[in-house]
């Protein structure tokens, strides 16, 4: 007996490039990230970048606090799932990612967090170790798998292309597995029962 399915809404992913340093390698990176979800129909795409985002540095309650936040929020309440992009600074992850991140709580409950890294020797993953710690507090669930650039200056050709793409592109193609999975789990999980974190 033939059964029909229902076609199944694709995972709204929001990409959060983490860097907003001058001269940043992060854009290289977010582009060859994006190429690879455009492929997909199973994912859609929208980017939070933190260099174009101008959150407030206190925690101000004022109208000009509130107006900053109300471009990048809706962004990341209406995602089912999050990539975060970022490099690593000193052993960790940059100040305005964290400060993105902290200002933002219901946002993130309840959905996956998948990390794309990058970075010289480590390749960013001290970074990715740090923020797995962050996102577990703010009731988050990170995917396993990540997409890791060690000495990236180097990887990537004057074409903004990975000189050897076929251990980037194998390890996206489980990280966004995940991702997809993930984020219909929690997705309908949230839709069923309110999540009470």
Wanted: aromatic letters at 8%; zero cysteines; proline letters at 6%.
């Amino acid at each position: 007996m033939q059964t029909h399915t229902e076609p199944v809404e694709p995972v709204r992913v929001t990409v959060v490039v983490g860097s907003n340093r001058e001269g940043r390698f992060g854009p290289v990176v977010a582009d060859w990230l994006l190429n690879r979800l455009e492929s997909r129909d199973d994912l859609v795409a929208e980017v939070v970048d933190v260099a174009d985002t101008a959150l407030p540095t206190t925690f101000a309650t004022d109208a000009d606090a509130k107006a900053q936040l109300a471009t990048v929020t809706p962004k990341l309440a209406s995602a089912d799932a999050f990539i975060v992009l970022t490099p690593e600074y000193n052993h960790s992850y940059p100040a305005g990612l964290k400060n993105l991140i902290d200002w933002h709580y219901t946002e993130w409950q309840a959905k996956p967090v998948a990390f794309v890294s990058y970075g010289g020797v480590s390749g960013g993953l001290r970074a990715v170790e740090h923020l797995r710690q962050v996102f577990a507090e703010l009731h988050a669930t990170t995917v396993r798998d990540t997409v890791s650039f060690h000495n990236a200056g180097a990887a990537f050709d004057e074409g903004g292309r990975p000189r050897d793409p076929s251990g980037p592109d194998t390890a996206a193609k489980v990280m966004l597995g995940q991702v997809v999975w993930w984020g219909r789990v929690l997705r309908e999980g949230r839709q069923a029962r309110p999540y009470g974190g």
